[in-house]
């Protein structure tokens, strides 16, 4: 497993973003510094929108920005089907992690493909053999 220096982190975040006021630009800001620190392919940022129960993605980088402006499902976490056995009733990783506020790393695409929640929907496969998959 990896492991980052904390102080390096907030410094650079810090140094990154003091400053910026446009929220776009900052949302920007923060994709190109976390993709960087992780040495990522893609990275994306969703913000919740809990008034129509989505994530939207704002800001991306790699091959997520393909993507950017799609929602994907957000629900409260008692509403959060564990081990669902229908295509329906899972949220896709990203929206597992928002929905429950527990993260998922995965050290192969394997991995990645086997969590529960997992559709396939965005799946083009980006994945090279060494690479994990953060997801927060």
Same mark, same amino acid.
């Given at each position: *497993? ?54 939207? *993605? ?46 998922? *790393? ?31």
């Amino acid at each position: *497993m990896e492991y980052y220096n904390l102080n390096e982190v907030l410094a650079r975040v810090s140094y990154t973003v003091i400053g910026v006021f446009d929220i776009q630009e900052l949302q920007e800001r923060v994709v190109t510094l976390c993709q960087e620190i992780f040495d990522a392919e893609a990275c994306s940022l969703f913000l919740v929108d809990e008034k129509r129960e989505k994530l939207i *993605m704002t800001a991306a980088r790699g091959y997520s920005d393909q993507f950017l402006g799609r929602a994907a499902p957000f629900v409260r976490p008692d509403q959060v089907i564990e081990h669902p056995t229908e295509l329906e009733e899972k949220l896709g990783v990203t929206g597992w992690i928002a929905s429950t506020g527990r993260p998922f *790393m995965s050290n192969t695409p394997d991995e990645h493909r086997n969590h529960p929640h997992w559709t396939g929907k965005y799946d083009i496969q980006q994945f090279g053999p060494e690479k994990r998959v953060h997801n927060f």
